[in-house]
C-alpha cells in the first residue's frame, strides 16, 4: 500500500520570505499523480499544485512550485513571497494510476504559520 | 454549476443512532470518495466508488456504509453512531485518474459530526 509522509508537523515563516514543506511517499508503482492540498480554517480543500510522475519537469503556479525527486520519492513544496492568506494547513497527496491505487492517499498534514 | 455538495454542514447525535451524510456533484465525475478528518491524522478514506453501482473499501470503513445508485449521488450512513465517529466528514470527486489532464479530487465543504 502507498503512504505518505509529513514529518514536519509545524512550520512559521516571516511574511515574503521563502518557505519549504517536505514531503516523503512509498510507492511500487511507476506511474502516479502528486499534489499539494491546502486547508484553510474555512475547512474548504483546494488544490495548491499537481506533478505527474511521468513528467521530469517539476511544476510551478505561481508563487508555489514543487521539487519533485522521483529516484528519492520526495515532493516538496516551496512558497515564494509568502502572504498572511498562505496561513493554512497543507497536505501532501498521492494517487495512484490504475484500480486500488487510484484512491487518494493523504499525509497527516502540517500546519503553516505567517508572521507579519 | 455547483460542483460537489453536502448536507448537513453540522449534525450532533447520540451513540446508537442512525444518519445519512449526502454527497452530490455535477461534473459527470465516476470516481466519488468518502474521508474523515481528524486531528493529527490527515484525511483517510472510508469509502470510495468507480461508478455507478460499483464501491469499495477504504482504510476505515467499519461503522460505514455506502451505496452509489446513480453518478451524481453517493451517501454515507452511520449505521449506529459512536462516539469515535466523531469527526469532519468530506464528500469529494474526480475524473478517472487515467485522464491525465483532469483528475484531481474536488472536495465538498464537508460535515463537522459529533456523536455524544
Known amino acids: ?116 | 454549476n455547483a460542483g460537489v455538495t453536502q448536507t448537513p454542514k453540522f449534525q450532533v447525535l447520540k451513540t446508537g443512532q442512525s444518519m445519512t451524510l449526502q454527497c452530490a456533484q455535477d461534473m459527470n465525475h465516476e470516481y466519488m470518495s468518502w474521508y474523515r478528518q481528524d486531528p493529527g491524522m490527515g484525511l483517510r478514506l472510508i469509502h470510495y466508488s468507480v461508478g455507478a453501482g460499483i464501491t469499495d473499501q477504504g482504510e476505515v470503513p467499519n461503522g460505514y456504509n455506502v451505496s452509489r445508485s446513480t453518478t451524481e449521488d453517493f451517501p454515507l450512513r452511520l449505521l449506529s453512531a459512536a462516539p469515535s465517529q466523531t469527526s469532519v466528514y468530506f464528500c469529494a470527486s474526480s475524473y478517472s485518474p487515467r485522464d491525465r489532464l483532469y483528475n484531481e479530487q474536488f472536495f465538498g465543504p464537508g460535515t463537522r459530526l459529533t456523536v455524544l
Open chain 1, 1 to 116: 500500500a502507498q503512504t505518505v509522509t509529513q514529518s514536519q508537523p509545524e512550520m512559521s515563516v516571516q511574511e515574503a520570505e521563502t518557505v519549504t514543506l517536505s514531503c516523503t511517499y512509498d510507492t511500487s508503482e511507476s506511474d502516479y499523480y502528486l499534489f499539494w492540498y491546502k486547508q484553510p480554517p474555512s475547512r474548504q480543500m483546494i488544490l495548491v499544485i499537481r506533478q505527474e510522475a511521468y513528467k521530469q519537469q517539476n511544476a510551478t503556479e505561481n508563487r508555489f512550485s514543487v521539487n519533485f525527486q522521483k529516484a528519492a520519492k520526495s515532493f516538496s513544496l516551496k512558497i515564494s513571497d509568502s502572504q498572511l492568506g498562505d496561513a493554512a494547513m497543507y497536505f501532501c497527496a498521492y494517487r495512484g494510476y490504475t484500480g486500488a491505487n487510484s484512491k487518494l492517499t493523504f499525509g497527516k498534514g502540517i500546519t503553516l504559520s505567517v508572521r507579519p
